[in-house]
């Protein structure tokens, strides 16, 4: 089972980056998939998962998307109005937590390598 990561990069502030990533190995459809980021010195924290419903932590909320594609195996987060406190690593995970897994990274099965989102001001 793999999850690759993909989309991140170096954006101003007030940018658009859509990370992407792709499972293989196996199918989802009846997991949480999330997004997490982790800044350097930081816990690592869900901005976004899709699974019964959907969930945004409060920093992102309006300016975040989180999305999946069950046929392609593949979720999506569509970040606008970037800010460099949007700065970390973001990681994709898959959780059985259908119902939620939010508040715990330690529910989560899967992960993605990550990938760097650089917002400069």
């Known amino acids: 089972v793999q999850l690759q990561a993909s989309g991140g990069g170096l954006v101003q502030a007030g940018g658009s980056l859509r990370l992407s990533c792709a499972a293989s190995?196996?199918?989802?459809?009846?997991?949480?998939l999330g997004w997490f980021r982790q800044a350097p010195g930081m816990e690592r924290e869900c901005v976004a998962e899709?699974?019964?419903?959907?969930y945004y932590v409060d920093s992102v909320k309006g300016r975040f998307t989180i999305s999946r594609d069950n046929a392609k195996n593949t979720i999506y987060l569509q970040m606008n109005n970037l800010k460099p406190e949007d700065t970390a690593v973001y990681y994709c995970?898959?959780?059985?937590?259908?119902?939620?897994?939010?508040?715990?990274?330690?529910?989560?099965?899967?992960w993605g390598q990550g990938t760097l989102v650089t917002v400069s001001s």
């Open positions: 190995g196996r199918t989802f459809s009846a997991y949480a």
């Open positions: 899709i699974g019964r419903r959907i």
């Open positions: 995970g898959a959780s059985p937590y259908y119902g939620g897994a939010y508040d715990d990274a330690r529910k989560y099965e899967y």
